[in-house]
């Protein structure tokens, strides 16, 4: 008998089994924080329900609780003061293994039921994550809506598709009959059940503590897992939110709620600990190279599937919109202050400049209308707050002021600090774009976390294109973008990509940009070099979490 929140949400599992199929544009959830699709209260009640945290114990009755912990520090309004159970790690594993054997006995379509519960019920709650989001990361509004609330949603629904997808091709049971000539045949009874592997980590990131953490969730729990979350320490908020919403619906529906839990410590050995313990069986990481090495290294009775830094970057060619080009590119370079995985850092311009709609554009050209097209992009205040957000660590300031000293390369555009009324404590800072030769291989070939970029110049396109596929094979990118008109220049680029194995936008110009990826469509990451060993999302990312284990009898 198929499980009532199966059948409830069939129509939404069945319009993500078709999007992924399709990859056409397809979400259940509303983008804009409309009160047509939210009703007419909910963003207040929303903001409501956030303040409430504030300053408050955050109750979730976990086991092994020992004391109270967080230190959140919001980039926009300072302490947060909520305070967070500190539970020991060792107990939460044991009761997540306990809890896993009622999600296996409810089947993959009770947990693929009870997963999209879970996604309808955070839904409901877009308006308080996005203000927890916002105050945690210094994302803007809109931004900390989108991707933080309903964006967060449809990567973790997508996982829950890809993983109701690949269990669903293993069937409960089968009669297994062997012809034997003139003797009667062979036949036996076969049963086969979907098993988690254990546990599943999953640790977050300080910049998008949802958008970043729902597809590892999702993947691990939908295929019959335990899930521990390890917040960002200044970004926990969220996911305590995200957690007292799942444990309610896991309860709701008869199971063990400490199938989840949320494990806060700003303690790495503790964290080493968990990604080190024999029952965790993956590890989902989003952050440094350093601590993602180490885990990728350590954690040998686990999948670790890891999104590391990158250099991102850009080869400009020639374009037939020069204006929107520069257009889109200063979007790209000043939305949440590039602090994101995806943000381009090397434009790669040829040295004798470039072939456009309104002439012949040098190559210090092309940096000094960048760098114009920036400034005139951010000139109104409100646009500006909206779009760059504040910044989320002291350290990211302290590399715009580095770059700013122009040690880094000829400042073709300084950033300023802006002040936002507001929220006057916030650390508001506009791009900072510098130009380079391509020799200077030890400014921009590392990451840079950001709004720092380099114009950097290159011989030629070829060379551009040379210089673009060596980043990507040594040190990572995941996203690569192009600007042509010449069709042999784009071809080189595209067959660049598919041997450094990362994804690449061609000719930009409009409404969609370089650093965006969208859920059911854009492939985010394709696992095949340094900055990701993982796709979000693929069947990669979920048929590894689980394992069918079967047994056999006579009949």
């Keep these: 008998m198929s499980h009532p929140l199966f059948e409830q949400h069939r129509a939404t599992l069945d319009g993500a089994l078709q999007a992924i199929a399709t990859r056409g544009y ?38 092994g609780q020992n004391g109270w912990t967080g230190n959140e520090v919001s980039p926009y309004a300072g302490a947060l003061n909520v305070h967070y159970p500190l539970c020991d790690h060792e107990a939460l594993i044991d009761a997540g293994l306990v809890a896993m054997k009622g999600w296996q006995a409810v089947g993959a379509e009770g947990r693929t039921g ?18 927890a989001v916002m105050m ?24 829950v598709a890809y993983a109701w997808r690949e269990q669903s091709f293993v069937p409960a049971e089968a009669v297994w ?12 009874k076969k049963h086969f059940e979907v098993v988690g592997r254990g546990v599943g980590l999953v640790v977050g990131c300080g910049t998008f503590p949802t958008w970043n953490t729902y597809p590892g969730v999702f993947a691990a729990l939908a295929t019959g897992n335990a899930v521990i979350i390890k ?35 700003d303690n790495r050995s503790v964290t080493q600990a968990l990604a080190t313990h024999p029952s965790v069986k993956s590890v989902d990481f989003t952050g440094s190279n350093v601590f993602g090495q180490w885990l990728i290294e350590h954690c040998k009775q686990a999948q670790v599937y890891a999104e590391l830094a990158g250099v991102n970057n850009i080869v400009i060619d020639s374009t037939n919109a020069y204006k929107a080009m520069l257009g889109n590119l200063a979007f790209t370079l000043s939305l949440y202050s590039g602090q994101m995985c995806t943000t381009s850092q090397a434009i790669f311009v040829p040295a004798g400049g470039i072939d456009t709609d309104e002439g012949h554009k040098s190559y210090d050209e092309v940096c000094a209308d ?19 957000g504040a910044m989320q660590s002291e350290a990211t300031a ?97 067959e660049a990509t598919w041997r450094g194995k990362v994804a690449l936008s061609i000719n930009l110009t409009s409404g969609v940009f370089v650093n965006q990826s969208s859920a059911f469509s854009d492939y985010h990451g394709t696992g095949g070099n340094p900055a990701a060993n993982a796709s979000y999302a693929d069947s990669a990312f979920v048929a590894n979490r689980f394992r069918v284990v079967q047994r056999r009898y006579h009949v």
């Design 26 to 63: 397809w979400s259940p959830y509303t983008e804009m924080p409309s009160p047509k699709a939210y009703g007419e209260t909910a963003a207040e009640d929303g903001k409501r329900a956030y303040e409430a945290h504030l300053g408050q114990n955050f109750e979730l009755n976990q086991p």
């Design 114 to 131: 009870i997963c999209l519960e879970i996604l309808a019920r955070l839904n409901r709650q877009s308006f308080e994550l996005g203000h």
């Design 136 to 159: 945690t990361t210094g994302q803007g509004w809109m931004m900390a809506f989108q991707a933080g609330a309903p964006h967060a949603q449809d990567r973790g629904l997508e996982a």
């Design 177 to 188: 009959e062997k012809p034997q000539g003139k003797n009667p045949a062979l036949v036996m």
């Design 231 to 265: 917040p960002h320490s200044n970004a926990i908020l969220p996911a305590a939110i995200t957690v007292r919403t799942i444990r309610a619906v896991l309860a709701e529906n008869g199971i063990d709620p400490n199938l989840v839990t949320l494990c806060v410590t």
């Design 370 to 388: 960048l760098g114009k097209a920036i400034t005139r992009f951010l000139s109104k205040p409100e646009v500006a707050f909206a779009v760059l």
């Design 398 to 494: 302290d590399r715009v002021a580095h770059a700013n000293s122009g040690q880094l390369g000829t400042v073709v555009l300084a950033s300023q600090t802006l002040n936002n009324p507001d929220f006057p404590a916030a650390q508001v800072r506009t791009p900072v774009l510098l130009a380079c030769d391509a020799a200077d291989e030890a400014a921009y070939m590392e990451e840079r976390f950001g709004p720092i970029s380099f114009v950097v110049k290159v011989a030629d396109t070829a060379a551009g294109i040379a210089l673009s596929e060596r980043i990507v094979r040594e040190h990572g990118a995941l996203t690569v973008g192009l600007y042509s008109t010449r069709q042999e220049v784009i071809d080189a680029m595209t």
